[in-house]
């Protein structure tokens, strides 16, 4: 059984600061995306990286494929309360391409 | 576009009680997703549709649950009988296809079930 180990599940940071949050597995993933989740909502995708080392930037948000494709993360430079809500990463097998999901990170950015 | 539409948004019922919740996937989108959300196990995916055949019900908790979907635009989650710990947020969800490049999945606001 592929899963998806996501760190930490909570942070609770001022604006301003900086922060990573990981997704790591033992298994390979043909792509990873990122999606983040906020109140009353469903996920919205922000990224996706498919391929291993691949690092793709959304203004103040940093993602990064492990070379391995078995691992990822998502760095906040400067974070903002707007950036506050759930980050979920989800992998996709190889095999049939569907989604494994991490467990989430509540992100909570004080002004 | 409109985008996945669910019904009812909220839905509070008694113990024992069907239920019965809404998906309209977005246009053009062969797959479709129901998944559960709760605090203690996150995200999980019931059931998935590809071309309105059902794929992979694994994740369906037991035969209380059941899903339809008898054409490309509309599908259903039915709980029969309800009980408490089936209370979370169900989600509906589509996609246009799977592939190694990744399959963006675009989800409705969900269905927030309370059994009492």
């Known amino acids: 059984t592929q899963l998806l180990e996501q760190s930490p599940q909570f942070l609770s940071i001022q604006e301003g600061e900086n922060l990573t949050v990981y997704c790591n597995s033992s298994?390979?993933?043909?792509?990873l995306q990122w999606y983040r989740q906020e109140p009353g909502e469903g996920p919205v995708l922000l990224v996706t990286?498919?391929?291993g080392g691949e690092v793709k930037k959304l203004k103040r948000l940093t993602f990064q494929f492990g070379d391995a494709r078995k691992d990822s993360s998502l760095h906040i430079t400067a974070a903002q309360p707007g950036d506050t809500g759930l980050y979920l990463c989800?992998?996709?097998?190889?095999?049939?391409?569907?989604?494994?999901w991490g467990a989430g990170t509540k992100l909570i950015i004080k002004p | 576009d409109a985008g996945v539409i669910q019904s009812p948004r909220h839905e509070v019922t008694e113990m024992g009680q069907e239920v019965t919740l809404r998906c309209k996937p977005i246009?053009?989108?062969?797959?479709l997703f129901w998944y559960r959300q709760t605090m203690m196990r996150g995200l999980e995916l019931l059931i998935y549709?590809?071309?309105?055949?059902?794929?992979?019900d694994s994740g369906m908790p037991e035969d209380r649950f059941s899903a339809k979907m008898p054409n490309a635009s509309f599908s259903t989650l039915k709980i029969q009988p309800s009980e408490p710990r089936d209370s979370a947020v169900y989600f509906c969800?589509?996609?246009?296809?799977?592939?190694?490049?990744?399959?963006?999945?675009?989800f409705g606001e969900g269905s927030w079930l309370t059994v009492v």
């Open positions: 246009s053009g989108h062969d797959y």
């Open positions: 298994s390979v993933f043909s792509s």
């Open positions: 990286v498919v391929t």
């Open positions: 989800a992998g996709a097998s190889e095999s049939n391409y569907q989604l494994i």
């Open positions: 969800a589509s996609s246009r296809r799977q592939g190694r490049t990744g399959n963006t999945i675009y």
């Open positions: 549709f590809n071309n309105n055949v059902p794929i992979d």
